[in-house]
């Protein structure tokens, strides 16, 4: 149907086009009609939620607008989208952040307190968008904001989880996971109930022969659900630009229910499967690093890949170009392995719908998607039983099948004399079940395959995907270092850090070319430009205390040295070998006079994070925190010299208090195990140091900032497989430090000796997979190392200024140029700024 107005009657359209808040005013106005229209309420009952909400539609309304205008220019222009498929997006909250890019925070302020409201009471209502477990969400979430920023047309596309990750409590030391029900008012979306695709599971497959002699499949019967697509504007800083995020969610395809079934008296049947439906996209599964191989993940997987392809094509057949041009207007990112069925997908719908020859159809699919990998951790990867997509999608199962003939064909012409390559490389495992491998899969079907830090890109080409470079050449392989999006990491978070570096270096430039960070580094001797940065500094970390004392009800002096390690918690991430030094620690002032504790330095460990429900060894780690934490924090001895804090629920909104306000945080996975982490950027970025291993990003880090402005400790990653080794078939010495660690945790001094010794038998007894032990000596040493230079503020105060200054790199606006030029191909759309904009 055309839905385009006619000429004649544009007129009315023009002359009454919305054109947003230009003012205080006009902004007032808005709240205030929505207050009273939208939400129903007026000022004798508006709250501060009812205050968020007019505030959020407000600005939401600007953003639609900007939205649309941006869709319209990419459509005219038509250049090549970039089209971001991620299964996670862990985006927190959004209103700061319109404030922040429309450009009219400060506008808001004033009409909000004109209104009776503080902004900040404002910005603390909302829900955490949190739909994504960790680091790869949020990564997908700064990348988006660096799209729009930098002016690329690019989409992203995920799944509308009705639950997102779960919320965490602390009850008696242990995590308690309570769902998390964020959609009861989300002003961000637009539900668009004309997009929809029905998307196909189950059925069989028909084959025919068509005129010309070709067989031709047909992928029949077995049962639709109804994708409806939810679309969130994505505004990017200083520009116009407002990029698109669209999530599907999944409904019955019969409307609300089956009329056959209805009509045959099956009531309570058809409501199940309108149910069922929905299931898919209830729920994120709540593991990181970690895949289980659950029907229903596989089925959010194809609903999620399929309803994007889908989009996708029709988008591009409107152009009506040939599929030749296909990978010259679209480029597919592959946010690890997640979506790697978006590869069969794109061969189905050119082979099977589109009638293309296999060689042409895979030509283009090859050519449109690029997969980065995140983890080399071997039960992080993801491989899917042949039985269960067989039932699943018996189609794109042969699909997989005749994808990995073709490609062990060719390795077979070029390496005659190398049988066990085949097995290695195949697409295909020859267990039992047989599984497919979704990273080998993701390899064949993409031109480019990227790791996300240095070292993890070569520690890819050197073990898990070695056979891949010797049959593509190492052309195929690179390495994009992550980024994070300065907007929120630093002037959301650090409002005042970011001021005061505005006035350093000549106005907000820094924000959108982080580079400029280092005209920083000019003013470090500068008495009061010193004094104001650890002003600054104190005023974070009294924020956070008090945020302590509410949450944690425990009391903590700002002065002291506050010590971070928030990330999800995970064997390889050690927060174990942290809460071991603590202990160590506390041992060591115990058996200290009066005396010699006063000359000690005071701190403050600080940790945060979820655990996966079904991950028990991360939730003895918790339980074990929290323990020594009740110890620690109530012994006259030791007051304020050591406090430990569990923060409860770490989310991207509790990360903007904590990340400001941390003086050293810790970044100490056992070297080789972490891809890259992006908060160890995050910390330094505002103004605090790190304790980390020599792995990840920690490397680049730094090579930037300089190695006296760093605390690196322990084996190298080169190392890990010798010592791994020896401690399996040679002898393995547990470190006497860590040994008296131990034995006063076995003595029962943090309560229940049974529940911790699963933690302490994993190092003595069963190999030390993460080299606690190997490690512990020289984490222990480094961190006393750390009081030492904390005692010399004026020295500290220097390396975390010089630290700040050489940061620019980690912007995720280098890390996207790099992407777009090197991976995808595609151009900025430039757009004047509007007046007012
Ligand atoms: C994470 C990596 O562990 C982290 O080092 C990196 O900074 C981040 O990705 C962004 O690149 N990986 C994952 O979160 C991950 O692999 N998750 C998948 C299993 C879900
Ligand atoms: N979880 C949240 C809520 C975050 O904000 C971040 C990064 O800032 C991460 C996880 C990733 O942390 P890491 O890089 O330490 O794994």
Redesign the pocket.
């Known amino acids: 149907v055309e839905a385009s107005i006619p000429e004649p009657q544009r007129e009315a359209w023009l002359k009454h086009q919305v054109s947003g808040f230009k003012d205080k005013d006009s902004f007032e106005s808005e709240v205030v009609r929505h207050v009273e229209t939208t939400l129903a309420r007026s000022m004798f009952n508006c709250d501060e939620s009812a205050a968020y909400s007019a505030c959020s539609l407000a600005f939401r309304d600007r953003l639609i607008l900007e939205w649309n205008r941006t869709q319209q220019r990419q459509t005219f222009v038509d250049s090549k989208r970039l089209y971001y498929l991620s299964l996670e997006f862990l985006m927190g909250r959004a209103l700061d952040n319109a404030m922040l890019n429309i450009g009219s925070k400060d506008l808001a302020k004033a009409g909000l307190a004109d209104l009776g409201f503080r902004i900040e009471d404002v910005i603390e209502q909302e829900h955490d968008a949190a739909l994504g477990?960790?680091?790869?969400g949020r990564?997908a979430a700064c990348f988006l904001d660096s799209l729009a920023s930098l002016n690329y047309p690019a989409w992203g596309y995920g799944l509308r989880y009705r639950y997102g990750i779960f919320k965490q409590e602390i009850i008696d030391g242990y995590q308690v996971e309570v769902p998390d029900y964020w959609l009861e008012f989300n002003p961000w979306e637009f539900p668009r109930h004309d997009v929809t695709v029905d998307i196909q599971f189950f059925g069989n497959v028909r084959k025919s022969t068509d005129e010309n002699g070709r067989t031709v499949s047909h992928w029949e019967g077995g049962e639709i659900v109804k994708a409806v697509a939810y679309d969130v504007p994505i505004p990017g800083y200083a520009t116009p630009s407002t990029n698109n995020l669209r999530l599907w969610s999944s409904t019955a395809a019969s409307g609300e229910f089956d009329f056959q079934k209805f009509n045959s008296g099956d009531y309570e049947s058809s409501v199940a499967d309108q149910q069922r439906a929905e299931t898919i996209s209830a729920v994120l599964y709540p593991?990181?690093?970690?895949?289980r191989g659950k029907e229903l993940r596989l089925k959010q997987q194809y609903f999620w890949v399929a309803a994007s392809l889908y989009d996708i094509v029709r988008r591009f057949k409107k152009s009506k170009r040939p599929w030749r041009e296909f990978p010259e207007q679209v480029a597919i990112q592959l946010n690890?392995t997640h979506p790697t069925l978006a590869v069969v997908e794109l061969q189905r719908i050119l082979l099977d719908l589109e009638g293309l020859e296999w060689d042409e159809a895979w030509n283009i699919v090859t050519n449109t998607f690029g997969y980065t990998n995140?983890?080399v951790l071997p039960e992080?990867l993801e491989k899917w039983s042949v039985p269960l997509i067989q039932h699943l999608l018996p189609r794109h199962l042969q699909i997989i099948y005749d994808i990995n003939l073709y490609f062990l064909q060719s390795v077979e012409r070029r390496f005659p004399d190398e049988r066990e390559l085949l097995g290695r490389v195949s697409i295909i495992e020859e267990s039992q079940p047989k599984m497919v491998r979704m990273a080998h899969l993701a390899i064949v079907g993409s031109h480019k395959v990227n790791g996300?830090a240095e070292l993890h890109s070569d520690l890819i080409k050197t073990t898990i995907f070695k056979d891949f470079v010797t049959i593509f050449g190492p052309d195929k392989f690179t390495n994009v270092t992550?980024g994070i999006t300065p907007r929120r990491w630093l002037h959301q978070a650090n409002p005042r850090l970011s001021e005061l570096i505005a006035s350093k270096t000549g106005g907000k430039d820094f924000l959108t070319d982080l580079n400029e960070l280092n005209k920083v580094e000019l003013h470090v001797d500068d008495k009061a430009f010193r004094k104001e940065w650890a002003d600054i500094k104190l005023a974070n970390k009294e924020r956070l205390a008090k945020h302590i004392k509410a949450s944690a009800g425990v009391t903590v002096d700002p002065t002291a040295l506050f010590d971070v390690q928030v990330k999800r918690i995970h064997e390889y991430k050690r927060q174990q070998l942290n809460i071991f030094g603590v202990i160590h620690r506390y041992l060591t002032l115990k058996a200290m006079t009066r005396e010699e504790r006063k000359k000690q330095q005071p701190r403050v460990s600080i940790f945060g994070g979820k655990a996966a429900p079904g991950y028990w060894m991360a939730k003895q780690i918790i339980h074990l925190i929290n323990s020594v934490g009740k110890v620690v924090n109530n012994d006259e001895d030791i007051g304020d010299l050591l406090k430990v804090v569990f923060l409860e629920d770490y989310n991207v909104s509790k990360a903007e208090i904590i990340v400001p306000a941390s003086d050293i945080s810790e970044h100490i996975s056992t070297a080789g195990t972490?891809?890259?982490?992006?908060s160890n950027m995050k910390f330094v970025l505002n103004g605090g140091l790190i304790i980390g291993t020599c792995d990840?990003a920690n490397i680049e880090i730094t090579r930037e900032i300089g190695e006296n402005n760093i605390f690196l400790f322990g084996n190298l990653a080169e190392d890990v497989e010798d010592l791994r080794h020896n401690h399996t078939y040679g002898t393995h010495e547990i470190d006497p430090d860590l040994n008296r660690v131990f034995q006063e945790i076995e003595k029962g001094t943090f309560g229940s000796t049974q529940d911790f010794a699963a933690l302490i038998s994993a190092v003595r007894d069963h190999g030390d997979y993460y080299l606690v032990s190997d490690d512990f000596h020289s984490y222990i040493e480094t961190q006393a190392l750390v009081d030492e230079a904390y005692r010399d503020q004026e020295e500290w105060i220097t390396k975390c200024i010089t630290s700040v200054s050489r940061m620019g790199f980690f912007s995720s606006d280098r890390c996207i140029n790099e992407y777009a030029e090197g991976i995808w191909n595609i151009e900025p759309l430039r757009v004047e700024k509007e007046e007012g904009a």
């Open positions: 477990n960790g680091g790869l990564l593991n990181d690093n970690l895949e690890d995140h983890t992080a996300v992550n972490e891809a890259s982490g992006t990840g």
